[in-house]
């Protein structure tokens, strides 16, 4: 077996091996590094970011002069003139640290690494179009995901030409430079800046970055599940989520204490088991051509909700929790906006005003957690407005609004401190919460991430998918977007069920909602939404047969509890996200790396959703294994199949030999009687 | 005053100053050159290019050396190691050369020169959107312009989705790399490679080029009547139209000779003055998803056309001349695919096969006018098939469609080729004509132009508008495409009346047919077009109001015949195009230099053509001087002005104090007595 790191060097040139494949190699004729200038143009408009990149130099580096040192090895580059950067390689026994020492004035690098038209690479944060990366370039860059995401769809068009709002299929909440390749190894750039990995080259990558990175960081390992588990090492890991989380749904619900009271009871009659509600509007709301828009003052609407500081205690002694919303702006009607001014905690103009960022017909400032005391002073928000009035969770939006231009406390580049920012808004979350001393009890769910966010945040959800079944922004979507969150170390990932956006036409269909739900049970965490705008979109309480079927669903993932509380604790504590690629297990099927609308959920079970409106059937993909169908109870052993999926019966299969078998073979069952309580 | 050209250097840097500016200065901060290496990627499909660049090397240049010479100045240059380019600048009196001589493998420069945000740019061929283009780049490629022209429109969206064709503001089928300058400079680059100038910085353009080009020129002049002299004489020029041109409309009429009686019948009754029917389908017709398309077999095609030998000269002798259509390809069914395949003529694949390109459910072979032999045989094809047969014009369609991968006779890259090739097929089409002896007697007309078109075509059209009122891509783009093939030495151009792409529910109204016709009563020539879709498209006879309104407008044009000959003759001898910005004539007006839908028709004239639907009045502009409306006599002196414009009298000014008053005060009486022959 090939050693796990080999450094071979001659006078003109250097390798580093990985598992025995060369990942670098540098020579006169092929470098592996590029140096230059440029100067970006950044256009923010409502979380869509317009950037482009003008490069004026762009230099392949020739080596100088390479040495073996006994951490590793040395090695100074020249533009051809003078020496312009050094890099350092530590080598340990499975991975090499590059750290690059730039001498001049340069903010652009692009770093090669080979690679091979059968390599396949994965991560990236979360991407929504495409699981396996090669073959496209991603942009890193935390922002909104685009509506449509898909130059070709009319959905993106409208998007595009009305709201510069379309996106394109790299558009992402939470990217993060860090990828796992099929050759076995983890890359890692040490950057917040704009990054660009390209993967569209046969024969390398091209990991660009508009600053000269600290290091960039490749880990070798022998297997998938190997990789993980270094990830989580390196990352950090996201907790186990609370116990209660697992006794039912999050039930979306908009409108005031009334209207929440009167859904729980039909959600009751209709055998739903509900784990909590999720009110955004907790806060009040206010309504713009958007939609239903939050009031954007982070504490407890009377108006709106009035006796909700009884009834949360009341619902939660019935098991059911209250979960509300906050973001990281402040709406500049508010008290919190007012006060924030008044101390210097908003982030500024140039011309030391304050900064107001336009969401659509409402406009916040946005509170500068690089600034100590305006993170501590959020951080009291949420304990006294949230925690201490009786909140079990929350949606903590946002995060990748941070507008480039920005004025910041620590006067950093608003520009770097961009991509930095969902991470430190989790973790503002996070402490507010263990400094409350309940982080056992409280979870909070994010959209936005970068490098880190596997420690700031606990669960991540999906963002805004439109409510339709276009492949790149709807139902579909949400699939690699968890596969590949996993791959980058964040394992516990779900999404707003029945999606979020109805714009441009796009209202949700029933159809959607319940396939969307169908697809839920076999996910960390089942939530609705009501959407952006609710009366477009079918709700879960729509008709009976829809009540019915959430009933039946919801019953299914709290009979999966225990099995699903075991793929929690694996992937808090192995790195093994829940919902897994095929190849995590299968590591030497090659079909099962191209698979992206499928998961194994854990081990044991296989989901494959139907993703296609009026599908009456799926055909799916089963690794070598014996593989019984939920439904019929029918078993397949590997290859390709067709399977019959009604409405009501999403391909999932659990394998033959689990020791959850008895578990799985009751789904069926447990669907029967799920639906009305009095079935 | 200061001097046209000066060359100013010392130790580090060199300038050189037209009329006073540093239009070129170099210093170590900032150089005027950077080189580098790219690979390119091109995608063709049906002329519209997706054209990709991955620039690896982009490296400034310092300055080694400068010395002036007897003949201007030598200056040396290195990228910071070694000398990579040396160039030599030859001062005249009004001008510089400034030729490159590279030393290494490079395939990539750019090269700025000086600009201010008060700066204005014109030319660069024919440009449809932009006729100032400071503010943007210019890509310089021949090539299919697009349906729509405009990413934010349902048109080009649609286009774009399903035909790969939508096209941007800078497509164009004639590109040149030349501009004018508003500070009074001619800037040229020579190469036929692919270019891009970018006009988008405020304080310098940079001219990128995928060659290190032989050279770039800049003239300076005292006035824009100086420099259009001076574009003329070192392009060429255009050669007057034949005289009976402008006896009347050319007909765009299809189906048959007795379809081509019937309509000229009837055009007659109605007072349509007609100079020549030009029947595309002489040589026959297919029918395609895109509509009706010709055969491209280049031959009388006898039972489309029975007794079309006979009756070409008896039109002729009624004062009506007969126009065909040829284009540089010949489609596999036919007998000169045949001819030219056994002859080897024809372009070839890498494998030694015949190269056949996808014309849209048709395929043909690209007759190869590197081989010397090849165009012998096109030019005898056009002289015993066209000439012989009696034509008396055509349109030379196409020319930019040379795919990027075909294999060449002279062994030249395609892709080098490929902004040649409609100047090349240009000379092919003027040799024939010379060599028969009628180049007093014939005309034909070509969309693809590249630098050298000039000379090599007597008449631009203005490509296929699609037949709507969008600014981009539709009736109000033609008139910044004359003003732009004007300043770039091409001063003859005309355009489809009522346009011709009807597709993606595009249906050309009745309104948009009279627009266009009385616009095209105030250019060199008036020719419709029935469009792609005939049946989708209103045309001339499609009412007695529009024949009689026909009638008319071209009664107008021959009444102006003695006005419009001595423009056309002007363009000749002077340089002066035919439409003409309004700056040409009034240097110092700034407002002047901002105007794209309006022209001067000769110094004593000014049109403003009604662009938009329904409307009943137009803003005009009016430099200072006094201009009478044609339809009312009424007076004006300089400044925006609002006029009644309805369907019949568009804006149209004389000068006061012109010599041919007499002539434009009969316009409106003209316009009375035309129509109804017996009116």
Same mark, same amino acid.
């Given at each position: 077996?090939?050693?796990?790191?080999?450094?071979?060097?001659?006078?003109?040139?250097?390798? %580093?091996?990985?598992?025995?494949?060369?990942?670098? *190699?540098?020579?006169?004729?092929?470098?592996?590094?590029?140096?230059?200038?440029?100067?970006?143009?950044?256009?923010?408009?409502?979380?869509?970011?317009? %950037?482009?990149?003008?490069?004026?130099?762009?230099?392949?580096?020739?080596?100088?002069?390479?040495? /073996?040192?006994?951490?590793?090895?040395?090695?100074?580059?020249?533009?051809?003139?003078?020496?312009?950067?050094?890099?350092?390689?530590?080598?340990?026994?499975?991975?090499?640290?590059?750290?690059?020492?730039?001498?001049?004035?340069?903010?652009?690098?692009?770093?090669?690494?080979?690679?091979?038209?059968?390599? /396949?690479?994965?991560?990236?944060?979360?991407?929504?179009?495409?699981?396996?990366?090669?073959?496209?370039?991603?942009?890193?860059?935390?922002?909104?995901?685009?509506?449509?995401?898909?130059?070709?769809?009319?959905?993106?068009?409208?998007?595009?030409?009305?709201?510069?709002?379309?996106?394109?299929?790299?558009?992402?909440?939470? $990217?993060?430079?860090?990828?796992?390749?099929?050759?076995?190894?983890?890359?890692?750039?040490?950057?917040?800046?704009?990054?660009?990995?390209?993967?569209?080259?046969?024969?390398?990558?091209?990991?660009?970055?508009?600053?000269?990175?600290?290091?960039?960081?490749?880990?070798?390992?022998?297997?998938?599940?190997?990789?993980?588990? *270094? %990830?989580?090492?390196?990352?950090?890991?996201? $907790?186990?989520?609370?116990?209660?989380?697992?006794?039912?749904?999050?039930?979306?619900?908009?409108?005031?204490?009334?209207?929440?009271?009167?859904?729980?009871? *039909?959600?009751?009659?209709?055998?739903?088991?509900?784990?909590?509600?999720?009110?955004?509007?907790?806060?009040?709301?206010?309504?713009?051509?958007?939609?239903?828009?939050?009031?954007?003052?982070?504490?407890?609407?009377?108006?709106?909700?009035?006796?909700?500081?009884? *009834?949360?205690?009341?619902?939660?002694?019935?098991?059911?929790?209250?979960?509300?919303?906050?973001?990281?702006?402040?709406?500049?009607?508010?008290?919190?906006?007012?006060?924030?001014?008044?101390?210097?905690?908003?982030?500024?103009?140039?011309?030391?005003?304050?900064?107001?960022?336009?969401?659509?017909?409402?406009?916040?400032?946005?509170?500068?957690?690089?600034?100590?005391?305006?993170?501590?002073?959020?951080?009291?928000?949420?304990?006294?407005?949230?925690?201490?009035?009786?909140?079990?969770?929350?949606?903590?939006?946002?995060?990748?609004?941070?507008?480039?231009?920005?004025?910041?406390?620590?006067?950093?580049?608003?520009?770097?401190?961009?991509?930095?920012? $969902?991470?430190?808004?989790?973790?503002?979350?996070?402490?507010?919460?263990?400094?409350?001393?309940?982080?056992?009890?409280?979870?909070?769910?994010?959209?936005?991430?970068?490098?880190?966010?596997?420690?700031?945040?606990?669960?991540?959800?999906?963002?805004?998918?439109?409510?339709?079944?276009?492949?790149?922004?709807?139902?579909?979507?949400?699939? $690699?977007?968890?596969?590949?969150?996993?791959?980058?170390?964040?394992?516990?990932?779900?999404?707003?069920?029945?999606?979020?956006?109805?714009?441009?036409?796009?209202?949700?269909?029933?159809?959607?909602?319940?396939?969307?739900?169908?697809?839920?049970?076999?996910?960390?965490?089942?939530?609705?939404?009501?959407?952006?705008?609710?009366?477009?979109?079918?709700?879960?309480?729509?008709?009976?047969?829809?009540?019915?079927?959430?009933?039946?669903?919801?019953?299914?993932?709290?009979?999966?509890?225990?099995?699903?509380?075991?793929?929690?604790?694996?992937?808090?504590?192995?790195?093994?996200?829940?919902?897994?690629?095929?190849?995590?297990?299968?590591?030497?099927?090659?079909?099962?790396?191209? %698979?992206?609308?499928?998961?194994?959920?854990?081990?044991?079970?296989?989901?494959?959703?139907?993703?296609?409106?009026?599908?009456?059937?799926?055909?799916?993909?089963?690794?070598?294994?014996?593989?019984?169908?939920?439904?019929?109870?029918?078993?397949?052993?590997?290859?390709?199949?067709?399977?019959?999926?009604?409405?009501?019966?999403?391909?999932?299969?659990?394998?033959?030999?689990?020791?959850?078998?008895?578990?799985?073979?009751?789904?069926?069952?447990?669907?029967?009687?799920?639906?009305?309580?009095?079935?």
């Amino acid at each position: 077996m090939a050693e796990a790191v080999k450094l071979v060097t001659d006078e003109n040139s250097f390798a %580093i091996r990985l598992n025995g494949k060369e990942v670098i *190699k540098h020579s006169t004729e092929n470098p592996f590094l590029y140096i230059g200038k440029g100067t970006e143009s950044v256009d923010m408009y409502r979380g869509n970011f317009q %950037i482009d990149d003008y490069v004026t130099e762009r230099t392949p580096l020739k080596l100088v002069s390479v040495e /073996k040192t006994e951490a590793g090895l040395d090695a100074s580059f020249s533009d051809g003139h003078e020496e312009v950067l050094t890099l350092q390689v530590l080598k340990k026994e499975d991975r090499v640290q590059i750290t690059f020492n730039c001498k001049r004035n340069h903010n652009r690098i692009w770093v090669r690494l080979q690679s091979s038209a059968e390599e /396949k690479v994965y991560g990236g944060g979360e991407q929504l179009s495409y699981f396996n990366m090669k073959g496209q370039n991603f942009p890193l860059w935390t922002s909104e995901p685009g509506v449509g995401r898909n130059k070709n769809t009319y959905t993106t068009w409208q998007a595009d030409v009305k709201d510069k709002a379309g996106g394109d299929y790299y558009n992402t909440n939470y $990217p993060q430079p860090t990828f796992v390749s099929s050759d076995k190894y983890i890359a890692h750039m040490n950057t917040i800046a704009y990054a660009d990995f390209d993967f569209s080259n046969d024969d390398f990558h091209e990991l660009h970055c508009w600053e000269i990175p600290e290091s960039i960081e490749l880990i070798a390992g022998d297997t998938y599940a190997e990789l993980l588990r *270094k %990830i989580k090492e390196r990352f950090g890991t996201q $907790p186990e989520l609370p116990d209660w989380t697992y006794n039912g749904i999050w039930l979306g619900i908009q409108g005031g204490t009334d209207v929440v009271e009167r859904k729980l009871q *039909k959600a009751e009659r209709h055998g739903i088991k509900v784990g909590g509600v999720w009110c955004q509007d907790w806060q009040g709301k206010r309504v713009t051509s958007f939609g239903k828009r939050l009031m954007w003052n982070w504490i407890w609407n009377e108006e709106m909700y009035p006796g909700l500081d009884k *009834k949360i205690w009341e619902w939660k002694e019935k098991g059911i929790r209250f979960l509300g919303y906050i973001n990281p702006y402040v709406a500049v009607e508010g008290h919190l906006f007012k006060e924030a001014e008044e101390q210097n905690y908003l982030a500024k103009q140039k011309d030391g005003s304050t900064y107001v960022v336009d969401f659509g017909e409402f406009y916040c400032g946005v509170v500068d957690f690089t600034n100590p005391e305006a993170t501590e002073w959020y951080k009291t928000v949420i304990k006294e407005n949230l925690i201490d009035f009786g909140l079990d969770g929350w949606m903590a939006d946002f995060g990748e609004y941070l507008p480039t231009d920005v004025v910041l406390h620590n006067e950093a580049s608003a520009m770097k401190e961009h991509n930095a920012w $969902p991470v430190r808004w989790g973790e503002v979350n996070r402490d507010a919460i263990h400094e409350a001393g309940k982080q056992d009890e409280i979870v909070y769910f994010m959209r936005a991430g970068y490098t880190g966010i596997q420690e700031a945040c606990p669960l991540l959800w999906g963002g805004d998918q439109s409510v339709i079944w276009e492949k790149d922004d709807g139902l579909a979507s949400v699939i $690699p977007a968890a596969l590949s969150s996993g791959m980058s170390g964040c394992g516990l990932h779900h999404s707003d069920i029945g999606g979020y956006t109805s714009l441009h036409g796009n209202k949700r269909e029933k159809e959607l909602l319940l396939r969307w739900v169908e697809m839920a049970a076999f996910t960390p965490v089942m939530r609705t939404h009501e959407g952006n705008r609710p009366d477009d979109c079918f709700q879960f309480d729509g008709d009976e047969e829809t009540l019915d079927f959430f009933g039946a669903f919801t019953s299914i993932y709290t009979h999966l509890k225990p099995y699903i509380k075991s793929l929690v604790k694996e992937n808090t504590e192995a790195g093994l996200p829940v919902q897994r690629p095929l190849f995590v297990h299968y590591e030497e099927d090659e079909t099962a790396h191209d %698979i992206q609308y499928q998961y194994l959920f854990g081990k044991d079970m296989l989901v494959a959703p139907v993703i296609d409106k009026e599908a009456e059937t799926r055909e799916v993909y089963l690794p070598e294994d014996n593989w019984v169908h939920v439904w019929s109870e029918k078993e397949f052993r590997g290859g390709w199949i067709t399977v019959s999926a009604p409405l009501g019966e999403p391909p999932v299969f659990y394998r033959r030999g689990s020791e959850h078998e008895e578990l799985f073979q009751q789904i069926a069952q447990v669907k029967m009687n799920g639906g009305r309580s009095d079935a």
